[in-house]
């Protein structure tokens, strides 16, 4: 079936994904979680094994051989990073555990020394809890306000009074892109109001790098952070970039290790940025295979693989509608050039824990659940969703095989 | 390999898509307690009505997977005129057959139930299951074992309370 879903990616990049050959339930494994984690190729899995196997030391410090290259792949990994989201300079490349730990660390060490009782910070129902909770803890011990941009019906930020919320407020902080809609927001808009009103922009870029070639720049953030997961890189490490003057002068946010330049009795002088924020003995290996995720992706070129996921996800709604018309109701954006590759869905009125087994059962892998966006599952009015999300090993056949399994759905629950 | 017939028994999508006991009753009289599992956003109200220590009356609200709501639905018409104490051996019962771990199982595992029934206090052969026997199979697709409990859980501590309270 043609679907000018670049044939060369479509097949080609499958089988360098080794987990993709196994099987589940004696059924072809068919995977449509990615936007809770991407699997790995075999060039990240090489790499990690290679550093284990060759390079293995800690870094720094080490005037010997394997140090020293373990150093370099370290930094290396730093480089490529930066320049895959197109960063000024590699050291405002802070990695991190996940994007879950850089927005706390964001959180506590900007917002821990910038907000106080009198401030306020303005983030959007659709945000992940990655990017609510650190607020929220702060909030509690600082007292300052949170705002919140609603969403339109169809799964967009309303930003009708955007002008009033940013009033005052010296933080917005926004996912790229939804994790349970798809949702792309339009980051370089919302930058340009929360400069104009004096505030900075700090983005939730987790569902955003993997899958658009990103630049900092022209998205106008000031702090953005993302997660090695997602991205065909390895669980254990997370990046926050942010603009170095901030960085600059941002206290420190763990301690120990690394992150020092002198300590005494009686204090501590931090290192530089970005070792400032790195504090003990780094995921190398993690970072290494980090590197290698980036230079995958370059290498399939991140402009091919956006057009492939926006063709497979128009036919994922093409085929979704066709195959179960009314039975079938997406949440968010219906073109799919204003999304990504996250399909949330009702499906009649099957709960989503009971559609997630039924799939599972014929080696379809979709997540069921909250998506750790609770306030964005209240706004949409339900507990729970139904999410296929899409990657770039992903074709059409994976969503025949949801729509067809989506039957025996039908099939058990009924009426 | 478990497969689905082994989760959804045609039994549980009956009381899925006919739940019994279906409602709320007004409190007071009726005591109200709520079971929810955070993972899954899934709810269990109930509301029960007791006369002594029988459970006279007993109503199922909330939302919900196939699982958590025939489970509670099933749960209600079992313990509708039971004491406290029978219901007590009965969740404890219930949740035994739950707690049987896959390898332990061997076959349909009605041996390690059998037994699991009498270490709860079933060896005077009063005590059956009955229909909430067709939920065995939830214990092969451990995720969903916290479904199927929720509405027992809830009870459990809405009986402890009404019981503290007196
Ligand atoms: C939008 C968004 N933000 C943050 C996260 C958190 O990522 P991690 O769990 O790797 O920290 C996720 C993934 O779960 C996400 O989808």
């Known amino acids: 079936m043609s679907t000018g879903a670049g044939p060369d990616i479509d097949r080609a990049v499958k089988v360098q994904f080794p987990l993709l050959e196994r099987s589940v339930h004696g059924r072809p494994i068919v995977y449509l979680d990615s936007a809770a984690s991407s699997q790995k190729p075999t060039a990240v899995l090489d790499a990690m094994d290679d550093y284990y196997r060759t390079v293995n030391a800690n870094v720094h410090r080490g005037a010997y051989e394997i140090a020293a290259a373990a150093t370099e792949q370290m930094e290396q990994a730093r480089a490529d990073v930066a320049r895959f989201i197109s960063a000024p300079s590699a050291d405002e490349i802070v990695f991190t555990k996940n994007a879950t730990e850089a927005m706390n660390l964001v959180a506590r060490s900007w917002g821990g020394s910038n907000l106080g009782s009198a401030d306020a910070i303005v983030l959007t129902e659709m945000e992940h809890h990655a990017n609510i909770v650190p607020w929220h803890i702060l909030a509690a011990e600082r007292g300052f306000e949170i705002r919140w941009i609603p969403i339109t019906h169809d799964g967009c930020l309303d930003l009708t009074d955007l002008d009033r919320l940013l009033d005052g407020a010296k933080l917005l902080s926004v996912t790229a892109m939804s994790n349970v809609l798809g949702t792309l927001n339009p980051i370089p808009r919302l930058a340009a109001a929360a400069h104009d009103a004096g505030a900075l922009l700090s983005v939730d870029a987790s569902q955003y790098v993997p899958h658009l070639p990103t630049d900092v720049g022209e998205l106008g953030a000031d702090f953005m952070v993302f997660t090695g997961h997602k991205m065909c890189g390895p669980t254990g490490v997370g990046v926050l970039w942010a603009r170095m003057e901030l960085l600059d002068a941002m206290p420190p946010f763990l301690g120990g290790g690394e992150m020092i330049l002198d300590v005494t009795k009686e204090g501590f002088r931090p290192n530089t940025v970005p070792h400032k924020f790195e504090a003990g003995t780094p995921p190398i290996a993690e970072i290494v295979g980090l590197g290698a995720a980036v230079r995958y992706l370059e290498g399939l070129g991140m402009d091919a693989v956006r057009a492939h996921e926006v063709s497979l996800t128009g036919y994922a709604l093409r085929t979704l509608t066709d195959r179960h018309g009314d039975d079938i109701t997406v949440h968010g954006p219906s073109e799919p050039a204003q999304r990504g590759g996250v399909l949330s869905f009702v499906y009649r009125d099957v709960h989503p824990h009971d559609i997630s087994q039924v799939l599972d059962q014929s080696g379809v892998c979709v997540r069921a659940g909250h998506h750790c966006a609770k306030p964005l599952m209240r706004c949409l009015g339900v507990t729970a969703t139904t999410r296929a999300s899409l990657y770039v090993y992903n074709d059409t056949s994976d969503i025949d095989s949801l729509a067809e399994a989506l039957d025996e759905v039908g099939a058990l629950f009924g009426h | ?166």
């Not at chain 2, 313990?79 to 051996?89: P, S, Y």
């Not at chain 2, 595992?109 to 270490?119: I, K, N, P, Q, R």
């Not at chain 2, 214990?139 to 809405?158: D, E, H, Q, S």
């Open chain 2, 1 to 166: 390999m478990a497969g689905l017939e082994d989760l959804y028994r045609e039994i549980i999508l009956d009381h899925y898509r006919n739940p019994r006991h279906r409602g709320e009753l007004e409190c007071p009289p009726a005591h109200r307690s709520e079971g929810f599992n955070p993972l899954c956003g899934d709810e269990v109200v109930l509301t029960f009505e007791m006369d002594g220590d029988v459970v006279t009356d007993l109503r199922v609200g909330g939302y919900g997977c196939s699982i958590s709501q025939a489970s509670a639905s099933m749960m209600s018409a079992a313990v509708i005129g039971k004491t406290i104490d029978e219901i007590r051996d009965l969740t404890r019962a219930f949740k035994a057959m739950m707690s049987i771990h896959e390898e332990s199982i061997g076959g349909d595992g009605s041996e390690a139930l059998d037994g699991a029934a009498d270490a709860a206090g079933a060896n005077d052969g009063a005590l059956r299951l009955g229909d909430l026997e067709a939920l065995r199979g939830v214990v092969k697709f451990p995720v969903r074992i916290k479904c199927a409990t929720l509405g027992w859980n809830a009870l459990a501590t809405g009986l402890d309370e009404t019981a503290a309270g007196e």
